[in-house]
């Protein structure tokens, strides 16, 4: 309840604000019914956290996403840990993403699962082991090798997918340590949403971000 | 893609103003995306096609039913012909809907199910047998018997339920007839939204709703 | 792994002399692959886990009706808790269970699921609250309320339906109560299974089901 | 029904008899509740057609591996086109299946997802384009090159991966097509089950393969 309604629009305020004056990219995934007041009422890219692989026509009750596209988002979440779903409909998905040219990040559990979504082509992929997810405890600091071990077969498989590190990032330290390991940036949920200051813990994530990248 | 962004906003203006009119309730059930932008835009009751019973939290690529009450819905959509869902998931959903104080449709196909759906009590049930659904053959022209059956299967184990016909409704008669048969309304897709001239259609079936209530 | 194979056979056997000394009926619904070897060694009725709605043809993975019957087996559960299901499948399937001559066990697990289900007919329900399996806390002790009303609202709906208690029952005592609160009968799983003495157990839950009858 | 109970064994005695005389393995995939029978019947390799990534415990309804591999059985098929899966679960299956000694046989839709399953390190992909399932039009005659350029895609990933082609294969010459496109063999399902001489179009079909691989 901290990033639906005015408090979506509210945190995409202080999310675009951070990322213009660090220069990097911070994107935001809100409620499916929160996509287009956030996308209208900031500059920041929007990101649905789902869509069906459904064209428009018998589709009531799924996210089409033509409909998610003319909401003003740029990309979809596809196979969150919460919303798992079929290896055919991840492929499905990343193309309906794609026809309406929107980024698909597919999320995947394990080194193996990442390395099999790499071969359906998405633009990014967030690994995130689920018995990491939501504990507080980064995967760059509890299974460091896992990160790089995963990049590495994602990118044998295909080079061309961006990668996110996904679970347990809560503090400036984890996003340094898992950009040191080989990911391009990470996927944030709990611990910004529910952080008591979110601007200065952003802020502060950008900054150790900068410092790792260089 | 006739429902979605702009457009559902003009068809909800249509629809309020035909209701207006006529003196009766017509609610309409766009995309998720859409549900804010309708709300605020028109005074016309908004249902969502479908929630999830899943409390915020570890709830990513779900519809939340505080994320559809916040949007300015007044009821959701459950279990429709192309969402159908597990049982236990009505009764939860149906009790989520009464706790964020939305209006709980639940759909259902076969005057069993209708009875069994009866038994969870939700505000309204549609009947809508797939066999029509899409048809432009009405339900209650095809197997009006089915109707006045499900009618009183459903009233037997709760009486409190109010009921729709739900399947291949396209005309004004197909509307006097559902009324006649015992139902209190309809349920409306591609008909209306791909009329030539929506208002025109909305308010002939609203005429013979009137006339075969009296 | 104490009810597959051999052992179910074993088990089976078990249950088929209780049942025989006791003048009662006790079922067995053990692994799909042992149900044909378990019908073929013993005399005891035999039960599915589970069958899919769907008919021979495009059913790869699935389990027939069809083959459940020509296994042996005289009946199937449907809706388990480990195996929920869609409640049009579930209308479906005690369908199809009646055409294949299948005795339809459904479980549920409200008072509202449970008369939802006495809408679809079937020949048995039983209920089986979440909070309580695998517990060895029994329904009927922890809220012997709930039997009472749940067997209430079933026989509102439909008065011919027969109804086990499912949760939690793993002592004599368990049984005896559970046929005090108006049920027919119990659903056991692992209290019987992992029991040193299943021999033992039974007869004494036999004996009390007998005394709580008269 | 021309493969269940009794029939399954003939059937597969048939299989085992082709397979001795040519000298060519052909497993079979009965019904789960006929696994246990055909296994000890006759010497045939048997397979089932799907198991749950489930342990014992909280299982009811669902394929255990471990009850699988107690019937006899020496392998099992996933994600077939009548039954597919989440991606995780394919992981969890193919681990599981390699624990219980079993062999993993995954079915792909596309060429995309034949290079996924393939980087989940299964024994053997069958490679089956919905389009043209049952159809009686093999893949292999229809899009030659899509068999080739899968069979590509598939050893980019994973070298060791055994490849069957598995759509529309019905008569022998289907057969040696899709060994000279670079397959191993066939997965046959209508075409022979319902051929009224299973034994002789068997025999062609194993003459024709022979044929092809020298």
């Not at 309840?1 to 202080?14: F, Q, R, S, W």
């Not at 979809?76 to 040219?101: G, P, Q």
């Not at 997918?161 to 984890?174: K, M, Q």
């Amino acid at each position: 309840m901290e990033a639906t309604g005015k408090k979506a629009v509210e945190l995409a305020k202080i999310v675009e604000a951070v990322a213009r004056e660090r220069g990097i990219t911070i994107a935001v995934a809100p409620q499916f019914t929160d996509l287009k007041t956030v996308s209208e009422a900031t500059g920041v890219p929007v990101f649905s956290q789902h869509i069906d692989p459904i064209r428009p026509g018998a589709s009531t009750g799924h996210i089409l996403p033509e409909a998610v596209k003319a909401s003003g988002a740029v990309g979809t979440i596809l196979n969150h840990s919460e919303r798992r779903i079929k290896i055919s409909e991840i492929e499905e998905s990343v193309e309906m993403a794609k026809t309406s040219d929107l980024i698909a990040l597919v999320c995947a559990n394990t080194a193996g699962v990442s390395a099999a979504v790499a071969a359906l082509d998405p633009h990014m992929i967030a690994v995130e082991p689920p018995e990491l997810i939501g504990t507080g405890v980064a995967v760059s600091k509890a299974k460091p090798e896992l990160i790089t071990y995963t990049v590495k077969r994602i990118h044998t498989v295909n080079p061309h997918v961006r990668i996110l590190c996904g679970a347990g990032v809560s503090t400036p330290e984890d996003v340094a340590k898992a950009i040191q390991l080989g990911t391009e940036g990470v996927l944030l949920a709990s611990s910004v949403v529910k952080s008591k200051d979110p601007r200065k813990l952003l802020s502060e994530m950008a900054d150790a971000a900068l410092e790792a990248t260089h």
